[in-house]
């Protein structure tokens, strides 16, 4: 027989081809021959490993590696795969796509043909042929290394591969984990092929090339056939033609290394084997192969887009609350760390609450009237009453973290423990409360206090003792209404309307404290927004604690809901990317108050937008509207809060560090010598509101009578200074305001206190003057503790909000 007859003829699939033999020098002989028997020791070591454990493990070394071997457990099983969580609009559209590894899992009915095919052809071409090992690939491998005198080509099986893929995908973002998964070891080669037969034994073929196209890298941060279709092609994987096939295919041997946006030429080469590939295994046409070489690339890449900072619209920041919402309801997990794992890793299709246009509408109020270079910035939340449900959340400063481009990551809208900041003074905005907590407690509508143009802060009862004034006779221990021109008496109607600090302060006085900080805590305002407990103090019914633009809007809502209070809402629905429902906290809605007080509240509002502070302010469609304006002390915050019959928004306007008084001050272009709630956030929710209701039906909202209280003496007036009106004594409904009478609304026996089912506290009754407080104030106002009528008095202290009736 002639040498020439002894060459094996190649077969179907391999891709060894015969050539001439040359001739060798004895050195040359000398290290082939080296090299040959080192690869044939290797390959021992396998096939024994591999194929001879159950018969005996003949051969050197072959008992021992037989024994690990079998030691491996076969309890194989993948990890849920890392995949991308989208977030969407009530619309249905996208506000932003966040994952840890960008990755959508898909069905093999969604992938190309032509791509799984050509993932084959280039990366195990016998793949249906062989088991979980193709010893046929190895022998050919030895061959081919032994010829080159180097490691040229690998044996490892798809199979093999897609366990090597697994054990990266479990080590995560540990990089000593991840690299340990990498290494190339005699025990990490037998383990990963332990475990293939195993995949073989449970899985068909199809099924491994599915997991295996979802699981594997093609660079650029994109994890399976899925993304990487998006990525390279902006387009889904089962819409790949044959020539985006073919260059992905070739992108797993090495995403850098072919590179497509940085190696264009080396990606088309590889592309082009690939298609070669699919030639030679018949599985393409001579033809088609020349159409797909002649192809260009047709990249339409798409940059890697993970987070909240990628949302458009000025939806960030309410990303960035869901990611809140999710990180910190139990509903999606027992743990912080559970939590924070489904929203990573998740892979969930989240549909909020957001409605896209009244989002548009309140983002471009406050980028068009606030502008980004101004030294303060405003923020407003919509929000749907009778369901909580967050509809719009924007703010003039983006979202972002280049300070040179004025963005920030803190969210104004919101409370601190949802990534907002610590909140804002309301101003005259928590008025309305105090007027809520009075009319449960039994005031009557027509309530009258002789409101003097300045009074000093009377002693008031709190949950669980008294806070007196130790600066009484002084102007820190008094508190002043805007104008001169406010002199009592006053009723509840028109003393909202023109926001009369002194009456509210009366009013505090008579129902007591804890009956106003139970009504606020039943309205949402749990705490401060920077996280601490509401303080009982004088200047709570003022608005001097901080609060956050969504408090405020959801506390209104309410009042619109006819006193139903329901919590912020900001997910319809929840699934998995393959359909599956996740359970979700649904509304959680509770009675605040009575229809009563709340109609009765609503109509008082409407009054400042008829004749009050608000006035000048109207919706385009003239639809009714009812209002609270919000201005603090030195014009460091204004504030503009209403609502209609079905939408309810609240507007801040401020600067969130410096706090900047806005005084002879350009904002939006405009300069403005004093701002105010009607005159700064009111034309801002003016402008956003009226866009907001374009498109929805007009609903009012209940309101009841209220008589105009009578006309009073022009040339009357209360002295300023004077603690008491000379013009009002005897008018009205005249109620004792000592601390602890039995008879005032507030004590234990009047709605509003802890006697009251829902209220907190400790009841309030009659107190002695003598007992322990245990109560501290901050240095804006002055208290008394201590026994036996000690009194420690505090640092003198600027007055507290001294209201906004300029606002008109």
């Known amino acids: 027989m002639s040498p020439k007859s002894r060459i094996p003829a190649p077969d179907a699939g391999d891709t060894w081809v015969p050539r001439p ?87 093999a009915e969604q992938m190309s043909p032509l791509m799984r095919q050509a993932q084959v052809d280039i990366e195990d071409a016998r793949f249906y042929e062989h088991g979980a090992v193709d010893l046929k690939g190895i022998l050919r491998a030895i061959t081919k290394n032994a010829e080159s005198g180097a490691a040229v080509q690998g044996a490892s099986t798809l ?47 199809d099924q491994i090339l599915t997991n295996y196209l979802n699981i594997t890298f093609y660079g650029h941060q994109a994890y399976g056939i899925q993304a990487a279709a998006q990525r390279y092609f902006s387009k889904d994987a089962k819409d790949l033609a044959l020539p985006e096939a073919a260059m992905l295919a070739g992108l797993v041997q090495n995403p850098s290394q072919y590179d497509p946006k940085l190696h264009p030429v080396a990606a088309q080469k590889r592309r082009d084997t690939v298609i070669d590939k699919m030639v030679e295994n018949k599985h393409i046409t001579a033809d088609q192969a020349k159409e797909a070489k002649a192809a260009p690339l047709g990249l339409k890449y798409r940059d890697p887009q993970n987070g909240c900072i990628t949302a458009q619209a000025g939806m960030g920041f309410f990303c960035d609350y869901v990611r809140h919402v999710v990180k910190q309801d139990p509903v999606f997990g027992k743990s912080a760390a559970e939590r924070k794992k489904l929203w990573d890793t998740g892979g969930l299709n989240i549909y909020t609450t957001l409605d896209p246009e009244k989002q548009a509408a309140a983002q471009n109020a406050v980028s068009e009237q606030v502008y980004v270079t101004d030294p303060v910035s405003a923020a407003m939340t919509m929000v749907e009453p009778g369901t909580g449900k967050i509809l719009a959340m924007a703010q003039t400063r983006p979202y972002g973290l280049a300070k040179e481009k004025n963005q920030t990551v803190v969210n104004y809208n919101v409370d601190a423990a949802m990534g907002g900041g610590i909140g804002f003074q309301p101003g005259s905005n928590f008025k309305p409360i105090v007027a809520a907590a009075a009319l449960e407690a039994g005031l009557p509508p027509t309530q009258r206090y002789d409101s003097p143009n300045r009074m000093d802060w009377p002693t008031m009862r709190t949950c669980d003792g008294t806070w007196k004034n130790l600066s009484k006779g002084k102007k820190e221990g008094s508190i002043p209404n805007e ?226 209280p009578p006309k009073r003496d022009p040339n009357c007036a209360t002295p300023s200074g004077s603690p008491t009106g000379t013009c009002g004594s005897g008018s009205g409904k005249q109620r004792p305001s000592s601390p602890g009478n039995p008879s005032s609304p507030g004590n234990a026996s009047t709605p509003g206190n802890a006697s009251t089912p829902g209220s907190t506290g400790n009841p309030v009754g009659p107190l002695n003057p003598n007992s322990p407080v245990g109560r501290s104030a901050p240095s804006t106002q002055s208290t008394q503790s201590g026994q036996s009528g000690q009194s420690t008095p505090l640092a003198p202290a600027a007055p507290a909000d001294p209201g906004d009736n300029q606002d008109q």
């Not at 590696?65 to 309890?75: L, M, N, R, T, V």
């Open 21 to 107: 033999r040359r001739r060798e020098t004895p050195i040359g002989f000398l290290g082939h021959t080296v090299t040959f028997l080192g690869c044939c020791t290797l390959g021992g070591v396998l096939l024994a490993g591999l194929i001879l454990p159950a018969a005996g493990a003949v051969g050197l070394g072959a008992k021992s590696s037989a024994e690990g071997f079998e030691s491996i457990p076969d309890d194989f099983k993948a990890p849920a795969l890392t995949q991308a969580t989208q977030v969407f609009d009530a619309k249905g559209g996208l506000i932003a796509k966040v994952y840890e590894r960008d990755r959508t899992v898909i069905p």
């Open 159 to 205: 199979t093999q591969q897609y366990v090597k893929n697994v054990n990266v995908e479990k080590a995560g973002d540990d990089p000593v984990a991840v690299l340990e998964a990498q290494r190339k070891t005699l025990g990490r080669k037998i383990q990963e092929l332990r475990y293939a037969i195993k995949l073989e034994e449970d899985l068909t073929k």
């Open 483 to 708: 104008s001169a021109r406010e002199v009592g008496p006053y009723e509840l109607k028109e003393a909202m309307a023109l926001s009369v600090n002194t009456y509210f302060v009366q009013m505090e006085q008579e129902i007591g404290l804890c009956a106003v900080k139970q009504m606020a805590n039943k309205l949402g305002v749990t705490g401060k927004a920077g996280g601490d407990p509401l303080q009982e103090l004088p200047a709570l019914g003022l608005g001097t604690q901080e609060v956050s633009p969504l408090t405020m809007a959801n506390v209104y809502a309410s009042f619109a809901a006819r006193g139903t209070y329901c919590a912020p809402l900001a997910i319809n629905k929840i699934s998995t990317v393959d359909g599956k429902d996740v359970p979700v906290s649904p509304a959680k809605c509770t009675e605040a108050m009575s229809t009563d007080t709340a109609d009765v509240i609503n109509s008082v509002l409407l009054g400042v937008t008829e004749k009050g502070t608000a006035k000048d302010l109207r919706l385009d469609d003239r639809r009714q509207i009812a209002a609270k304006t919000g201005t603090t002390d030195e014009k460091k915050s204004a504030w503009f809060t209403g609502y209609t019959g079905n939408l309810a928004g609240s507007v801040w306007l401020g600067s969130p560090g410096t706090k900047v008084p806005m005084k002879n001050i350009r904002i939006g272009g405009h300069y403005q010598q004093e701002v105010f709630g009607a005159t700064g956030p009111g034309p801002i929710w003016e402008q956003a509101m009226s866009d907001a209701v374009r498109n929805m039906p007009e609903k009012e909202f209940p309101t009841v009578y209220i008589p105009d």
